[in-house]
């Protein structure tokens, strides 16, 4: 089954400290997409950040990188120097072949910026 | 506008009335998708057109969920005798490509929709 794990319902991080969110992924196709989005309270979803299947290096944009494990099946986002305006909803996404192709979301993961 | 219009932001009907959301893609996009979208989880794919063929329904929840594209631009999703577990955002969302190159999805801010 094609599938989207994020274990991590909330997560606190300190300003302008690193913090790590997790992804696991299921998918018996040999080609994807996996993605992020972040969801601020205003409810608006933000694409981030994007990494393909036979990329080899992680994906980087700006202050977003994702940590592709690909024989773990894990896409991890990992973000640098946190700001209070992180503060969301963070979904990881993957584009999968069911017949057409169509991208699911996993359950999300709320991230708490401290000052 | 240069983004992903939905309309209306809000709505609340009363259960058995029939309610219609629409979507206005970015202009040339290729796919759209419809997901639901309830309080606190991620959201949960209901359709994919790609232009006016809807290639895939497995999403709808029953037959009282219809969507469709005409004219591969602005989409509609109906909802017949509404009932309160249909509460949710409606999300819409867009992207210059199809198929496995879907790529990056552009997003509406939903239609809140809450039946009494």
């Known amino acids: 089954a094609q599938k989207i794990t994020q274990t991590q319902p909330g997560m606190f991080v300190q300003e302008k400290e690193a913090v790590t969110l997790d992804c696991t992924y299921d998918?018996?196709?040999?080609?994807?997409?996996l993605f992020w989005y972040k969801q601020p309270s205003s409810g608006e979803m933000i694409f981030l950040i994007y990494?393909?299947?036979?990329?080899?290096q992680n994906a980087t944009e700006g202050r977003y990188s994702l940590n592709f494990q690909k024989a773990r099946k894990s896409a991890n986002l990992v973000i640098s120097a946190s700001q209070l305006g992180d503060s969301a909803m963070y979904f990881c996404?993957?584009?999968?072949?069911?017949?057409?192709?169509?991208?699911?979301f996993g359950a999300g993961t709320r991230l708490f910026v401290k000052a | 506008g240069a983004g992903v219009s939905q309309s209306p932001r809000y709505k609340v009907a009363k259960r058995g009335q029939d309610v219609a959301l629409r979507c206005d893609p970015i202009?040339?996009?290729?796919?759209l998708f419809w997901y639901q979208q309830a309080l606190g989880q991620g959201p949960e794919f209901l359709t994919y057109?790609?232009?006016?063929?809807?290639?895939?329904k497995s999403g709808l929840p029953s037959d009282r969920f219809f969507a469709e594209r005409p004219e591969g631009s602005v989409s509609t999703l109906k909802i017949q005798r509404t009932q309160q577990e249909d509460s949710a955002v409606y999300l819409c969302?867009?992207?210059f490509g199809s198929g496995r190159d879907t790529g990056e999805l552009f997003f509406g801010e939903g239609s809140r929709l809450t039946v009494l």
């Open positions: 996404a993957m584009t999968v072949n069911t017949g057409g192709f169509k991208t699911i």
């Open positions: 969302a867009s992207s």
């Open positions: 057109f790609q232009n006016e063929a809807q290639l895939d």
């Open positions: 202009s040339g996009h290729v796919s």
């Open positions: 990494q393909g299947s036979y990329d080899e």
């Open positions: 998918t018996s196709d040999q080609s994807y997409g």
